[in-house]
């Protein structure tokens, strides 16, 4: 008797998971879940939002498995993707944006032209202008600009393409970041990560499809929903991975409790459960059995994956780990490794790059100095790694903020403040991108003498998103998911593809 | 023809009846809009010719639109002559460039039939079915059912509800299923009503026969637990948190809210009184206190104290929210699309948007770190001091002014808060909380109102003594109004200070004075300037008492909750339209309105929020009672009969069973006088409910989403559910109800978040076992297990949980230490000595409410052994794994295993 359920059941499994995963109506991926949940999450949900036609009632392997490996519509030129936020907004005029211009007018009034109608977080008044403060040099073959707070980076110069004038509208860094992630300044819609493994799945299924990873000390300003899932399915949010403690929450068998005695376990329940699908036929029950066989997987493959321990000692000396520490080098390390071992979407935090000249570690000259060191190291490793292993073709690595800073040194309170800094600024400020599709030492977009505003190739949050689905395979304008009675995309009603760093 | 078995909605099979009938020629059976042809205009048209895009200047989302002349300079449509309309020439043209759709397949006949007939007979253009709702719909009826009828004990049928379902059922050619177990009926019900497995005393009365299956409902309705529940899912709605969210996510003390929605419920407040209390308990006359903290159903807003923050843009988006909130929450309507433009499907206008913030518009809230207003909950000893002001002010005064110095003393409101002060000279407005004055520093609050007080009320901090302040009408130049020393304070004060009566609204400009202290230096940080009419008959005996009660109510530190509060008159707030939805650019003013496409405004309600909520739970709106049946239904059998919860609209699912829909909507709002607790007993009470869960995969093939409800429902728990029951089989749940949110243990390093200081701090005792809906919600960093099984963070409005089934739900299950924990309770509990079998069964039983099976059983006892064999093999592994045991034994270890494997088990997380 058992074993003939057992064969019935493999049967089912294989047969659905032949039944392709296109269904039949639009309309139904806004349909609740009824006892059958997971299936009527994903029906007709394809990620290309077209009608289906087909109306077979089988349910797919999706259905099983929501993070089961799909292809995007187009041919992609990368598999994965890292990206690097330096949460509290980076200053490009002290990394990446060279105004020997600027430097002439340092200590002078800013002209009463560039402050009309313009909004700050916290500058008063008339403010000052602040010259550079770090030393600019050409690098590499491209002769691109960059600073001596980053020695390191110029090795890896030629690979990326800079992105000299984003722009965005929001100056706070909550609602920056939920932009930046999201594609809204408001709570409420999926990040990137979600959308990539929502539309693609993921390449390995010991491993969450989207993980994250925080340094610095601090989540980013505007929390978890940053990596949420929105209205997607909740599986898609990313799943912090942490550097102290449990790799993934609960992952770790309880003390006493042997890897034998958990799959035991783990057999029984799903035997019983088998039984359960006998009686009620009930597919989530079916998914039940797949995940709890993925969890036991997963409680191998995170901490093994997690483990930067394991790598060879030059390896962890090139990108400067701290094991056991909560470090962005460590991160750096790690999304290599997740990225190896085949995971959707990496995104790394590192907080700390707030520099309003209020504090001495948020100091434009001593603490971004220090924060720059903190990355140097572990992002020219990361990239020149990827390359050695033959990965960075498919992969995309991005960096930025959720703004720039200002070119004018922060008066908050209309006082003099007691470091040199930059208040928030979106008008204009660097981005890079570098990997697979992307074009090697492309530089796109220029500000004005000073940094304040793009003079030429100025692009929006949403041409970066644009460029991203772009990269892993998707038209974003197709890329779309039904939600009260809308079709919503990642970029909204706008966004285009950044073609001139496209290789 | 085949008829796609999916497209099971009632519209569809007419539309193909129609063709039978007709033969597919164009005359016959009449054509209708709302089921035939609004759906063709929505798929095919409307992209282009709709609410946003009038391509040609054809639009076909409101009647006016299709009518009137396009650019053309003819209509499109000429009602009675099909050939001679210009919208059915293109669908034929040949000429892609001219035919319609544009760029797109060619519309089928079928489709291209039905609109000509349609423009034929008339075009006469209807409304679609959601934006009506019928007087009256009949209950079918079944003359040979007898079976299934109410004598036979077994029957299907045992209320109305399930005429209409059989009647459905029956055009699909399938039966109902047998009646669901006693023990699993018992379950199911009690977990749906009071959201807990029924207690063992219960479940046996009922197994025995001891009480009827509706004395059971009525005594689960009686529980208290009945309001933990329901609230769970209305705080969803209410977006309720522990925390303000945005970046500092500072904590909110704003439990009381969630405390009132809990005793509604299980006070059974009719819908409609729930409704306007909510979204208008402070403009009701002489409000009560319950009612001031219903209002901060709209309170739960986020509240952004990041620095650099424009409070205005934070105020709007609000306001923006609580728009949004209340058509998702009470009429299913998406009105996020209207705030840019004319709604692209339904029929509501981009002005319309407006209209609604106009009733938002005006409250006193202003998305400050305070979130003032706030209502204070005063001691008895306080409220004699208090009562004693309002006394006072009755006696000499009006009803009128004993209200206002009530409302003042409880929230503090109206005031002028520092963030609109202006000009700063020597001073500066130090981001989100107060003023900051330097020696001979000013500003200026611009358009004020004194309420022709003799006092000012100032709230501020003063670092020194001796500053003079001076305060003056229009600007530096201006008459003197006021002119007072203020001194050292320890922290923030309310305090009076005496000016010059004037009747009209001026700028005040504020100055302070203090040479002994250095330039640049914080003399006094101002945080709000207030006028309150002068408190009456001076001359009278006792008046010092009363004001300085007054002032001692206004300085009292109080618990606190965040309400509603209205603008007075002087401090109205104007609507305008914003361009294209950005706040920055306004363009015309608006006056408050409803949306013309529902039902009418009724002159005699007060336009504001109290006359809005009167609009919304008229019997006239089509959508009120739709929506919540809805909600109710899709609760209990986890699917809407709309199936999509957040649009009942032209873009909305079709209802699985409209008629029952609006027989249930009409009976909850005239029989049952929109009692919940009666609507849910209709539910649980039907034969559809008691029906067993038991299917086969063809059943599961033929009806996925049971839409066709030929079988009881059954779905995954709810994330407080899980917990809760857990805690409630093993015996460890707290019945403790209300109060703070409390901090059951969650792994270290869970929270981190920016400049906030606030820790989990693991509560202690019962605490750490409450129930779901009593733990500490932080929205940038909720509990994490009850995220993982699909809870929210409650940022926003959650109109349902999205249920997923992913490898971390299991790893709590089986690694989380509450589950551990409970999973150790449980086996306690239950252990037999020397009777392994037995115990296990217990185990099980208790857990599920079922009897063991033998397979089950013997799998169980498998795990049993081999974990025994473990844990004596290794002596250390008890002690490690049973840290809750003072002598763990390799026994109880074993069975504390086989405990958490139940606990997995997906019978245990479903309701069945």
Redesign the interface.
């Known amino acids: 008797m ?1 074993d003939k359920i057992e064969r019935l059941i493999q049967e ?1 499994l294989v047969r659905e998971a032949e039944v392709n995963t296109r269904r ?2 639009i ?2 991926c ?12 994903f029906m007709g949900c394809d990620p290309l939002g077209k009608p289906k036609t087909n ?1 077979s ?3 797919s392997e999706r259905d099983l498995n ?1 993070l089961a490996t799909l292809s995007p519509p187009y041919a992609p030129k990368v598999k994965s993707v890292i990206y690097l936020h330096m949460a509290g907004a980076p200053s490009q005029l002290e990394m990446f944006d060279y105004k020997p211009q600027l430097q002439k007018y340092d200590g002078q009034d800013c002209p009463q032209s560039l402050l009309e109608g313009k ?4 500058i ?1 008044g008339t403010p000052k202008l602040l010259g550079p403060q770090a030393e600019f040099k050409q690098e590499g073959e491209s002769g691109n600009w960059v600073s001596n707070f980053l020695p390191h980076f110029k090795k890896v110069v030629d690979e990326v393409a800079f992105l000299k004038a984003v722009n965005t509208d929001q ?5 920056a970041q939920l932009f930046m992630h999201t594609g809204s300044p ?3 819609r999926p990040s990137i990560g979600a959308w990539a493994t929502y539309g693609l799945g993921s390449e390995n299924q010991n491993l ?1 499809g989207f993980v994250v990873l ?1 340094s610095g ?3 980013p ?5 940053v990596w ?1 899932s929105g209205f997607l ?3 898609y949010q990313g ?1 912090q991975c ?1 550097s ?3 790799p ?11 890897r ?3 799959k ?3 057999k ?2 799903n ?3 088998k ?2 699908y006998a ?7 079916l ?2 059995i797949n ?2 066989e ?2 036991y997987r ?2 191998i493959a995170v901490p093994e994956v997690m483990n930067i321990n394991s790598e060879p000692e030059h390896i962890k000396q090139m990108y400067g780990v701290e094991p056991g520490k909560e470090s962005f080098a460590n991160n750096c390390l790690l999304a290599r490794k997740l990225v190896e071992d085949g995971v959707r979407f990496v995104q790394l935090f590192d ?1 700390g790059w707030d520099t309003h000249g209020n504090i001495r570690e948020g100091s434009i000259d001593l603490g971004l100095r220090n924060k720059c060191r903190e990355i140097d190291r572990p992002i020219t490793a990361l990239i020149l790694d990827l390359k050695q292993r033959g990965l960075l073709d498919d992969t995309l690595i991005v960096w930025g903020g959720e703004f720039g800073r200002t070119p004018m040194q922060e008066n908050r ?3 003099k403040m007691a470091y040199k800094g930059r ?2 600024h979106g008008d204009a400020f660097t981005m890079w991108m570098a990997g697979g599709g992307i074009k090697k030492g492309a530089s796109f977009g220029q500000t004005d003498d000073i940094g304040f505003s793009a003079v030429e190739g100025r692009v929006s949050v949403h041409d970066v998103h644009a460029t991203i689905l772009h990269l892993l395979g998707f038209d974003h304008e197709q890329f779309t998911y039904e ?4 079709n919503f995309r990642l970029t909204d009603v706008e966004g285009e593809i950044i073609k001139e760093i496209l290789a | 023809m085949k008829i796609n078995f999916h497209i099971k909605s009632r519209y569809l099979k007419l539309v193909f009846f129609a063709f039978i009938i007709s033969g597919c020629t164009s005359t016959g059976e009449k054509v209708d809009f709302s089921t035939q042809i609004k759906p063709i205009l929505n798929t095919k048209c409307i992209t282009c010719h709709g609410g946003v895009k009038k391509s040609g200047g054809f639009g076909l989302l409101f009647k006016e639109d299709a009518f009137t002349e396009t650019e053309s300079g003819k209509p499109a449509i000429i009602p009675g002559n099909a050939s001679g309309s210009e919208m059915i020439k293109r669908l034929h043209e040949e000429d892609p460039e001219l035919r319609m759709p544009y760029e797109k397949a060619k519309l089928s006949d079928e489709e291209i039939d039905l609109l000509t007939r349609w423009v034929d007979q008339g075009a006469e253009w209807g409304e679609h079915w959601a934006y009506s709702l019928p007087e009256k719909v009949d209950v079918p009826t079944f003359a040979q059912k007898a079976s299934l009828g109410p004598e036979n004990e077994n029957g299907f049928l045992k209320n109305q509800i399930d005429n209409f379902v059989l009647a459905r059922m029956d055009a699909e050619a399938l039966e109902p299923n047998a009646p669901a177990d006693k023990n699993v009926i018992a379950r199911r019900v009690a977990l749906d009503l009071v959201g807990l497995p029924p207690t063992p005393q219960l479940l046996q009365n009922f197994e025995s026969g001891t009480i009827s299956y509706e004395a059971m409902v009525d005594s689960l309705l009686a529980q208290k637990t009945y309001g933990e529940k329901w609230a769970t899912w209305w705080l969803d709605l209410a977006r309720y948190a522990d925390s303000k969210g945005y970046e500092k996510d500072m904590e909110r003390s704003i439990w009381k809210y969630r405390d009132w929605v809990i005793n509604a419920f299980n006070e059974d407040m009719p819908y409609d009184r729930f409704t306007i209390e909510q979204l208008a308990g402070d403009l009701l006359p002489e409000s009560s206190t319950d009612q001031l903290i219903a209002t901060a159903f709209h309170r739960n807003t986020m509240n952004n104290d990041e620095g650099g923050t424009d409070d205005e843009e934070f105020r709007v988006a609000t306001v923006i929210d609580r728009i949004n909130t209340t058509f998702s929450v009470w009429q299913s309507t998406t009105m996020e699309c209207v705030q840019c433009h004319s709604h692209p499907y339904d029929p509501f206008r981009h002005k319309e948007y407006y209209e609604l913030m106009a009733f938002f518009n005006n409250s006193r809230d202003e998305d400050t770190p305070s979130e003032s207003p706030l209502l204070k909950f005063f001691t008895p000893e306080q409220q004699k001091e208090v009562d004693k002001v309002i006394e006072w002010a009755t006696r000499f005064g009006s009803d009128q002014l004993a209200r206002t110095y009530k409302d003042f003393m409880q929230f503090t409101e109206p005031v002028y808060k520092s963030h609109f002060f202006k000009d700063f000279k020597s001073s500066v407005y130090d981001d989100h909380a107060s003023v900051v004055f330097w020696d001979n520093g000013s500003c200026i609050i611009e358009n004020a109102y004194t309420n022709e007080a003799s006092y000012v009320l100032l709230n501020y901090r003063s670092h020194y003594n001796g500053t003079k302040m001076t305060i003056r009408a229009n600007d530096g130049q201006g008459p003197i109004l006021g002119e007072f020393t203020i001194n050292k304070t320890k922290g923030n004060i309310t305090a009076q200070f005496p000016i010059k009566k004037i009747d009209e609204k001026t700028d005040l400009y504020i100055e302070t004075q203090n040479n002994a202290v250095a330039k640049e230096i914080n003399i006094l940080n101002l945080y709000w300037v207030g006028f309150v009419p002068d408190l009456p008959a001076r001359d009278q005996p006792g008046w010092s008492d009363a004001n300085a009660a007054f002032l001692e109510a206004l300085n009292a530190n109080t618990e606190t909750v965040p309400i509603m509060a209205e603008n007075p008159k002087f401090m109205k707030r104007t609507t305008q339209l914003f361009d294209r939805g950005s706040w920055l650019s306004k363009t015309d003013t608006v006056m408050p309105g409803t949306p013309e496409s529902l039902n009418t405004w009724n002159t005699d309600w007060p336009d504001n929020r109290l006359g809005l909520s009167r609009w919304i739970v008229d019997k006239r709106n089509p959508l009120t009672a739709r929506t919540l049946v809805n909600r109710v239904w899709h609760q209990i059998f986890g699917r809407g009969i709309v199936a999509t919860l957040e649009d009942i609209g032209s873009q909305s699912e079709p209802p699985s069973h409209p008629e029952l829909l609006d027989w249930l909507s009409l009976r909850f709002m005239n029989e049952h006088g929109w009692s919940i607790k009666a609507l849910v007993k209709d539910i649980v009470m039907s034969g559809t409910y008691r029906q067993s869960s038991e299917s086969t995969p063809e059943m599961y093939r033929l009806d996925p989403n049971n839409e066709l409800l030929a079988r009881g429902p059954r779905i995954r728990l709810g994330a407080e559910q899980i917990r809760d029951q857990a805690l409630a089989v093993s015996g460890l749940l707290s019945d403790k109800m209300y109060g703070p949110g409390v901090m059951p243990p969650q792994p270290d390093g869970v929270w981190q978040t920016v400049y906030n200081g606030s820790k989990w701090v693991e509560s202690k005792g019962e605490d750490r076992y409450r129930r779901g809906i009593y733990t500490y919600l932080k929205r940038t960093s909720p509990y994490p297990s009850f995220l993982t099984f699909d809870a929210g963070s409650r940022e926003v409005c959650m109109i349902r949980r999205t249920v997923t089934n992913t490898p971390l739900q299991a790893l709590v299950t089986l690694n989380d230490p509450v589950y551990l924990e409970a999973s150790y309770q449980l086996a306690k509990n239950t252990r037999e000595k020397d009777n392994v079998g037995r115990s296990i069964a217990k185990a099980y039983r208790m857990a599920t409410l079922s009897d063991i099976e033998p397979e089950t059983l013997s799998a169980l006892m498998e795990l049993y052994q081999n974990s025994l064999a473990e844990f004596n093999s290794n002596k250390e592994a008890s002690k490690l794994f049973l840290k809750f045991d003072n002598q763990p034994t390799a026994e109880l270890s074993a069975l504390t295993i086989v405990a958490n494997a139940i606990m997995n088990l997906d019978e245990f997380l479903t309701k069945a």
Request: glycine share 12%; hydrophobic share 30%; charged share 25%.
């Open positions: 058992k089912k039949h109506f309309k139904s806004a349909q609740g879940m009824g006892g059958i949940a997971l299936s009527s999450i109306s009632m089988g349910f929501p909004k700050f977080a916290f008063k100056f706070n860094h909550g609602p408001r709570l409420g969450p925080t000390g601090n989540s300003d505007a929390g978890k929903s949420g399915p909740s599986v799943v942490r102290k403690g449990d993934v929450l609960y992952i770790e068998d309880p003390e006493g409790i042997t034998d005695l958990k035991n376990t783990i029984t329940i035997e019983i459960n039984k359960e009686k009620y036929a009930d597919p989530e029950i998914a039940r995940q709890y993925m969890a997963m409680q907080w309170g209309n006082k208040d928030h939600f009260q009675g809308r």
